[in-house]
């Protein structure tokens, strides 16, 4: 009985599939490394968000300060956490991101599944909202335009 390697040519197949798996994973790796390139640039944006959020929420604190003394240190907590998860986003890798969420995940699952739900449904509401804006946009279009977009569905 002959063996694989005992074939003509065998040792080619060999190295020629070496080869392409040492391409795959180079090209993977590079994927790998545009997609954090991308997510970083997004998580850098949303700290950006969440700290303009948190600038308002100091704003709204002067405010309740002024009206409500007895409020002020409830509202000065949140900006304060606000202002910790604009720097977490800031400062952490998405791995660690990632290892935070499991971990919450794991310490308070009814927490993760209610905050995941809430997420949902904002989510949705967003979505329902920018197709309703589209479809008002649309609305708008002058005539000529509209038998245009018409035409062109046919």
Same mark, same amino acid.
């Not at 545009?34 to 968000?49: I, L, N, P, S, T």
């Not at 329902?128 to 609305?139: L, V, Y």
């Given at each position: 009985?002959?063996? %694989?390697?005992?074939r003509p040519g065998a040792p080619q197949v060999?190295?020629?599939?070496?080869?392409?798996?040492?391409?795959?994973?180079? $090209?993977?790796?590079?994927?790998?490394?545009?997609?954090?390139?991308?997510?970083?640039?997004?998580?850098?944006?949303?700290?950006?968000?969440?700290?303009?959020?948190?600038?308002? +929420?100091?704003?709204?604190?002067?405010?309740?300060?002024?009206?409500?003394?007895?409020?002020?240190?409830?509202?000065?907590?949140?900006?304060?956490?606000?202002?910790?998860?604009?720097?977490? $986003?800031?400062e952490s890798s998405i791995d660690d991101l990632?290892?935070?969420?499991? %971990?919450?995940?794991?310490?308070?699952?009814?927490?993760? $599944?209610?905050?995941?739900?809430?997420?949902?449904?904002? $989510?949705?509401?967003? +979505?329902?909202?920018?197709?309703?804006?589209?479809?008002?946009?649309?609305?708008?279009?002058?005539?000529?335009?509209?038998? +245009?977009?018409?035409?062109?569905?046919?």
């Amino acid at each position: 009985m002959t063996t %694989d390697a005992s074939r003509p040519g065998a040792p080619q197949v060999s190295g020629v599939i070496e080869e392409a798996q040492s391409t795959a994973s180079a $090209l993977a790796a590079k994927a790998q490394d545009a997609a954090r390139g991308v997510v970083d640039q997004h998580k850098a944006a949303v700290a950006e968000q969440v700290d303009e959020v948190a600038q308002a +929420l100091d704003t709204v604190a002067e405010g309740v300060e002024r009206v409500l003394p007895q409020a002020a240190p409830y509202v000065r907590e949140a900006v304060s956490t606000v202002q910790g998860a604009s720097e977490t $986003l800031r400062e952490s890798s998405i791995d660690d991101l990632i290892a935070m969420v499991a %971990d919450f995940g794991r310490r308070q699952p009814a927490a993760f $599944l209610g905050a995941c739900a809430l997420g949902g449904f904002a $989510l949705a509401r967003f +979505l329902k909202s920018s197709a309703d804006r589209r479809r008002e946009a649309r609305g708008r279009l002058p005539p000529q335009r509209q038998g +245009l977009r018409a035409e062109g569905r046919r």
